[in-house]
């Protein structure tokens, strides 16, 4: 396996060419923003030549910035051997995605799904492949992450399973594999700690970085709900709370109101400069 497709080039898709092609693969990134594959290109650049600094060896396979392709074209996708999806956590826009990705790839192509919440299951019934399709819900920041939350959807093959792993192994990552329902194992639970922690916020018990400080000193977390929350995107935490309340129709999951004033606010969080925390 040497050439893979990921899709969307947004904070995971940008972190997966970057570990994908320094560790030897040659990757299609397709996105429909030509700003975000800008973005993209240039942190790819950047993390050739800073990649080291954390330990990274990025000159392994030579010059790993010339075996990514950037395009706004899903039709590029046409020979490669393995896709990630990773554009926005939202399933109006994957519904729409997945069909045409299955027109555009051949039939052995496997499709992951790296997805928050979105059930991969649901995913997989709207490809002709659903045997093909798995999930793989990477972490961020995907470089400097070894371990893979591994899902097996109802269709899922063990051959596509076996493919994955192989794929992770040359990544020099682990996949744990758990079974298909909205959130999985992780965000199931970290989307709850994350939607509380900001309800703290919104009840004035606490600054975010007193919340913080408690999971990490007193937990002895390596980063509380709201630093996370940050480095997932606001938006995207906002995504996956809502399609949990809705996959599961539990008043558990009901959006945090101030989570939802800051996305109208645009704060993003690290990606677009401020969330909780302010970033330069
Ligand atoms: N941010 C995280 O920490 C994290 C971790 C694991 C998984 N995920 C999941 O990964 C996926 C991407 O998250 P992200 O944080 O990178 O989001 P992001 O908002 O940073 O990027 C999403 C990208 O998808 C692109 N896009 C949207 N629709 C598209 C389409 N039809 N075709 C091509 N490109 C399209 C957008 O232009 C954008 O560049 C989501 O499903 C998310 O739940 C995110």
């Known amino acids: ?152 959807g109802w269709h899922t093959s063990t051959e596509t399973l076996d493919t994955a792993q192989q794929l992770l192994a040359g990544l020099d990552k682990r996949g744990i594999v758990v079974n298909d329902m909205p959130g999985f194992v992780s965000n199931r639970v970290l989307m709850l700690t994350v939607n509380e922690a900001i309800a703290l916020v919104q009840d004035g018990v606490a600054e975010p970085a007193e919340i913080d400080d408690i999971f990490r000193s007193c937990f002895g977390h390596a980063s509380g709900p709201l630093e996370t929350a940050d480095l997932i995107g606001l938006d995207t935490i906002l995504y996956s709370i809502e399609g949990l309340y809705e996959f599961y129709a539990d008043p558990k999951y009901r959006p945090s109101p101030l989570l939802k004033k800051m996305v109208d606010a645009g704060l993003h969080g690290r990606k677009s400069g401020r969330g909780f925390f302010t970033y330069s």
């Open 1 to 152: 396996m040497k050439q893979i497709g990921v899709v969307g080039a947004g904070v995971m898709g940008t972190g997966l060419a970057q570990d994908l092609a320094a560790h030897g693969y040659t990757v299609v990134l397709v996105d429909r923003s030509r700003e975000q594959l800008e973005r993209a290109e240039h942190e790819v650049v950047r993390y050739y030549r800073t990649g080291r600094l954390f330990g990274h060896d990025t000159d392994k396979y030579g010059d790993l910035t010339q075996r990514v392709t950037y395009t706004t074209e899903p039709a590029d996708l046409g020979s490669v051997e393995f896709l990630i999806e990773n554009i926005t956590e939202n399933w109006p826009l994957k519904a729409e995605l997945y069909p045409v990705l299955d027109r555009i790839c051949p039939p052995e192509t496997v499709f992951a799904a790296n997805t928050s919440c979105i059930p991969i299951t649901k995913i997989a019934s709207v490809t002709g492949r659903p045997a093909a399709v798995l999930g793989m819900h990477f972490m961020n920041p995907v470089p400097m992450k070894s371990t893979v939350e591994v899902i097996r």
